[in-house]
């Protein structure tokens, strides 16, 4: 299961927070003083400035973080699933209608019309 922050609230996150602070700080920094010219070059430049960045040893942990990704993360990856992800929100105590269904149009078997102890999931397919 997947707990997701909260949007708008950065005390959910903290460690997120400031890893992208720095990142920002670090990367505009260097960028402060030079001229682009197109976008593509932008992006080039600040790939380079990242792989440096995830490079570079840090005090805390005295590793780099390429280091601690290929040490930590990497072995605990698992290739992507087959099927595409189907978003649909669990819709709990649906009522079912006179026809045996409940909105958006699902049918639901021969239940009593009017039951409430049905649990839903909609998508778009």
């Known amino acids: 299961m997947i707990l997701p922050a909260r949007p708008a609230h ?3 996150k903290p460690k997120i927070e400031v890893a992208v602070q720095i990142v920002e700080r670090w990367i505009l920094a260097r960028l402060r003083h030079e001229t682009f010219f197109s976008l593509a070059a932008l992006n080039a430049r600040i790939a380079e400035l990242l792989a440096d960045l995830n490079v570079r040893p840090m005090r805390l942990y005295r590793a780099s973080r390429a280091e601690l990704f290929a040490r930590l993360d990497q072995p605990a990856l698992r290739p ?23 909105p958006p149009y699902v049918a639901v078997g021969a239940v009593l019309p009017g039951a409430v102890a049905v649990v839903v999931r909609p998508t778009a397919t």
Do not use: M
Not at 82 to 96: L, M, N, S, T
């Open 80 to 102: 992507l699933p087959a099927e595409p992800f189907v978003y649909g929100e669990w819709k709990i105590k649906a009522r079912v209608n006179i026809f045996c269904g409940v």
């Open 10 to 12: 950065p005390r959910d």
